[in-house]
């Protein structure tokens, strides 16, 4: 018989949730699994703030932009994001912490997003000086010539069969 691996297979129930539970480390962060788990549970109760920001980003309503909402990048969950442009909007209200959002944002700078914030009074009371913000931080983001992402197809040059390519 073999001896147990020392990083044991999750599929096996020996995950890093096990291991923490028997007081091996303690995390600094949620495991990926636990994180969405969340993200998931924010999803279905929204802020009234975010149930009404989502009416105005959902489907592509804002000029055909594609946002999503309480999506986790990294070990954070984001209110909405739109991946094509790198831009993250964020409602806050009173459960927001200064010393923790701080941390936050530079960690979500350093992987090249912009982020925009809007209280929640602003939101509820003042829904189209919200939308023309956003709009505006989203052209803002299309005029930025050094896009932050990887070349993609739709960016590449077409493929040249001189150069063996295409094939």
Same mark, same amino acid.
């Given at each position: 018989?073999?001896?147990a691996s020392p990083n044991p297979s999750p599929l096996a129930g020996e995950g ?5 539970? !028997? *007081? ?23 802020t009234d703030a975010e149930r009404a920001l989502w009416r105005i980003l959902r ?7 594609? +946002? ?11 209110? +909405?994001?739109?991946? *094509? !442009? ?6 806050? *209200?009173?459960?927001?912490?200064? *010393? ?9 700078? !350093?992987?090249? +997003?912009?982020?925009?914030?809007y209280w929640n009074n602003d939101i509820l009371n003042e829904p189209e000086k ?36 295409? +094939?």
């Amino acid at each position: 018989m073999s001896e147990a691996s020392p990083n044991p297979s999750p599929l096996a129930g020996e995950g890093p949730r096990r291991a923490a539970a !028997r *007081g091996r480390g303690e995390w600094e962060h949620p495991a990926p699994y636990e994180i969405r788990k969340r993200a998931k549970a924010m999803r279905s109760a929204p802020t009234d703030a975010e149930r009404a920001l989502w009416r105005i980003l959902r489907a592509k309503r804002l000029a055909s932009y594609k +946002f999503k909402r309480q999506l986790p990048i990294d070990s954070y969950i984001v209110d +909405f994001v739109c991946l *094509g !442009r790198r831009l993250i909007v964020e409602a806050d *209200g009173s459960q927001h912490c200064e *010393g923790t959002d701080a941390a936050r944002d530079r960690h979500l700078r !350093r992987q090249r +997003f912009r982020i925009e914030r809007y209280w929640n009074n602003d939101i509820l009371n003042e829904p189209e000086k919200v939308t023309t913000a956003i709009l505006n931080a989203l052209e803002e983001c299309e005029a930025s010539r050094d896009s932050p992402l990887p070349p993609t197809a739709s960016r590449r040059a077409p493929p040249s069969p001189a150069r063996g390519e295409g +094939f």
